[in-house]
């Protein structure tokens, strides 16, 4: 079977958070899953990302795929970076590697042409 790192959804309607979470690929996305790698909260200000950085490199290793989110989400907090230094033994308390800042993005709507506009 396929392990893939994925977000699984916690939180109640209208208030997501999610896990970082290894799991069997056939599994529903809330399902059974293998281990809890992290977390991520999208609704603070600013966003919340947290990892473990180890064993995200362990599941990666052993031939995991991250799905696309998880992709971006990993790139954006330089993880591939800090596992290159880890490898050469460096620790991350040396590393000055800061998150990069979140995109902007426009408010949904607010590319849509409504019929007064089109008069």
């Known amino acids: ?3 893939k790192i994925r977000l ?3 939180g109640r309607k209208n208030v997501s958070r999610f896990r970082i979470v290894a799991i069997d690929s ?3 996305r809330d399902g ?3 281990e809890i790698l992290g977390s991520y909260n999208p609704q603070q200000n600013p966003k919340v990302f947290t990892i473990k950085t180890e064993r995200v490199a362990y599941w990666l290793n052993q031939g995991a795929q991250p799905s696309e989110t998880m992709t971006n989400l990993l790139k954006q907090d330089r993880f591939f970076e800090k596992v ?3 490898k050469k033994g460096l620790t991350l308390e040396t590393l000055d590697l800061e ?3 979140d995109k902007k993005r426009k408010p ?3 590319g ?4 007064e506009d089109q008069k």
Do not use: I, S, W
């Open 1 to 3: 079977m396929t392990v």
């Open 8 to 10: 699984a959804r916690t």
């Open 26 to 28: 056939p599994n529903r």
């Open 32 to 34: 059974r899953f293998l």
């Open 84 to 86: 290159e230094a880890l």
């Open 99 to 101: 998150r990069h800042p």
């Open 108 to 110: 949904k709507g607010a």
């Open 112 to 115: 849509k042409k409504t019929t």
